[in-house]
């Protein structure tokens, strides 16, 4: 058996090897363990062991290399702006092999000088930038075309950021420096794009978003100037019908956003050689410095065990979770990780979600049994692919009191309690 317990307070950060000095700009995970990093002078590194050791990939050109997105452990896109030879514009390059090959696409996105990348499968892709804002690609990043975006005033600002939270509904951030940030939404999967009115609430760019479901978006960015405001925070919780923008205080520009867990947020302030972090889902920040004022610009967390930040001169941090507590324990020579996360919320009245993160692909068994040990329900029965997952139960036909929920996966499982309220 697996035995979970509550995740403390945040962790630490430390320096890990770096086989580069190159500034890194982007960094992604599918797992805990299958990572990728890309930057300068066409630099991506790979680790298959959680970084701990990275080895550099050729990537068959020495041009910046802006952003890298994989879809699993064998597909992956990164790009690079080409302005010194024509065509100009940036060229996609795609690996069907974890990045042992690269191959950059025969034409470039001439309309767009990308900024971010994000692929809903191995076919449906968007990229942000300007000076077209958005483009698509339906043939895998071969071929890209403009979207459709609507034709207000603020609509062809500049992107940042891009993700989709589901097949339907999609994100896109924004804007011009001292001028406005701006906010693109979807809901038909990529087919139309409408800027939301927010230049009057935020002053500055947002350069990165955080999905929290369809109708929780939050946003970061600021003003790095030192007359400036420093970090500024967005977010909706009406599926952006409004939006609050604030100032928190702290200076420095919020490059980038990452959640640990449903309410551990943390972002890296770049050139302030700090890092904010916030335990109530983004309502209160604090600050940490970077191990060895390291100036970090990207994060991310694959789960809420393993974080990874990068940033220049080749710089790569790593998170080192609370060590009085972990989330399971198991055999040492067991290589198979998950985490099964506390119900939300709980108590609950009726529905309430649950978050479950599994590293490689197998049989999720998911059930849920009263406090007798009775089966009640069973709300996953199939193959998943490695990668964070959310469902709702609904105890709308079922008594209140105490009820487990258990994870099977092949030869182990893990439960958390739960209290449906009468």
């Given at each position: 058996?697996?035995?979970?317990?509550?995740i403390?307070?945040?962790?630490t950060?430390?320096?890990?090897d770096?086989?580069?000095?190159?500034?890194?700009?982007?960094?992604?995970?599918v797992?805990?363990?299958y990572?990728?990093a890309?930057?300068?002078?066409?630099?991506?590194?790979?680790?298959?062991?959680g970084?701990?050791?990275?080895?550099?990939?050729d990537?068959?050109?020495?041009?910046?290399?802006?952003?890298?997105?994989?879809?699993?452990?064998n597909?992956?896109?990164?790009?690079?702006w080409?302005v010194?030879?024509?065509?100009f514009g940036?060229?996609?390059?795609?690996?069907?092999?974890?990045?042992?090959?690269?191959?950059?696409s025969p034409?470039?996105?001439?309309?767009?000088?990308?900024?971010?990348i994000?692929?809903?499968?191995?076919?449906?892709?968007?990229?942000?930038g300007?000076?077209?804002p958005?483009?698509?690609?339906?043939?895998?990043?071969?071929t890209?075309?403009?979207a459709?975006?609507?034709?207000s005033?603020?609509?062809?600002?500049?992107?940042?950021d891009?993700?989709?939270?589901?097949?339907?509904i999609?994100?896109?951030s924004g804007?011009?420096?001292?001028?406005c940030?701006?906010?693109?939404l979807?809901?038909?999967?990529?087919s139309?794009?409408f800027?939301?009115?927010?230049?009057?609430?935020a002053?500055?760019?947002?350069?990165?978003l955080h999905?929290?479901?369809?109708?929780?978006?939050?946003?970061?960015?600021?003003?790095?100037?030192l007359?400036?405001?420093?970090?500024?925070i967005?977010?909706?919780?009406?599926?952006?019908?409004?939006?609050?923008?604030?100032?928190?205080?702290?200076?420095g520009?919020?490059?980038?956003?990452a959640f640990?867990?449903?309410?551990?947020?943390?972002?890296?302030?770049?050139?302030?050689?700090?890092?904010?972090?916030?335990?109530d889902?983004?309502i209160?920040?604090?600050?940490?410095?970077?191990?060895?004022?390291a100036l970090?610009?990207?994060i991310?967390?694959p789960?809420s065990?393993?974080?990874?930040?990068?940033?220049?001169?080749?710089?790569?941090?790593?998170?080192?979770?609370?060590?009085?507590?972990?989330?399971?324990t198991?055999?040492a020579?067991?290589q198979?990780?998950?985490?099964?996360e506390?119900?939300?919320?709980?108590?609950?009245?009726?529905?309430?979600?649950?978050?479950?993160?599994?590293?490689?692909?197998?049989?999720?068994l998911?059930?849920?049994?009263?406090?007798l040990?009775?089966e009640v329900?069973?709300?996953v029965?199939?193959?998943?692919?490695?990668?964070?997952y959310?469902?709702e139960?609904?105890?709308?036909d079922?008594?209140?009191?105490?009820y487990?929920?258990?994870?099977f996966?092949?030869?182990?499982?893990?439960?958390?309690?739960?209290?449906?309220?009468?």
């Open positions: 058996m697996l035995f979970f317990s509550e403390l307070p945040q962790g950060w430390e320096k890990v770096s086989p580069v000095s190159e500034n890194l700009s982007s960094v992604f995970f797992d805990s363990s990572g990728w890309a930057g300068f002078s066409g630099i991506i590194i790979h680790t298959s062991n970084g701990k050791d990275w080895t550099i990939q990537s068959k050109t020495t041009n910046n290399i802006a952003d890298i997105f994989f879809l699993n452990r597909i992956g896109w990164a790009f690079f080409e010194s030879s024509f065509p940036t060229y996609v390059l795609k690996t069907n092999d974890g990045g042992v090959n690269w191959i950059a034409s470039p996105a001439e309309s767009c000088f990308g900024q971010t994000f692929f809903q499968d191995s076919l449906n892709g968007w990229m942000g300007k000076p077209y958005i483009v698509q690609t339906s043939d895998g990043g071969i890209w075309e403009e459709l975006i609507d034709s005033t603020y609509s062809t600002f500049p992107v940042y891009l993700k989709f939270y589901n097949s339907n999609g994100y896109a804007g011009v420096f001292d001028c940030g701006i906010i693109w979807t809901t038909n999967g990529g139309n794009w800027a939301i009115d927010t230049p009057f609430v002053p500055e760019p947002i350069y990165s999905l929290t479901d369809s109708i929780n978006v939050l946003g970061v960015g600021g003003d790095f100037e007359t400036g405001f420093g970090v500024g967005i977010n909706s919780s009406d599926a952006g019908e409004t939006w609050n923008f604030e100032y928190i205080g702290t200076s520009v919020a490059w980038d956003i640990r867990s449903r309410s551990d947020a943390w972002a890296p302030l770049g050139g302030e050689a700090n890092l904010i972090y916030s335990m889902s983004g209160n920040w604090s600050s940490v410095p970077t191990p060895d004022s970090i610009f990207r991310t967390f789960d065990l393993h974080g990874f930040g990068i940033g220049n001169d080749g710089v790569i941090i790593k998170y080192k979770p609370d060590s009085t507590t972990s989330n399971f198991r055999p020579d067991d198979h990780e998950f985490n099964l506390q119900n939300y919320p709980n108590p609950f009245n009726s529905k309430t979600k649950i978050n479950f993160w599994i590293s490689e692909f197998g049989f999720v998911f059930k849920v049994y009263d406090i040990g009775n329900a069973t709300l029965n199939e193959y998943k692919s490695a990668g964070k959310e469902i139960f609904d105890a709308n079922l008594a209140g009191g105490v487990l929920y258990t994870m996966i092949e030869n182990y499982s893990a439960s958390r309690k739960m209290i449906l309220l009468p």
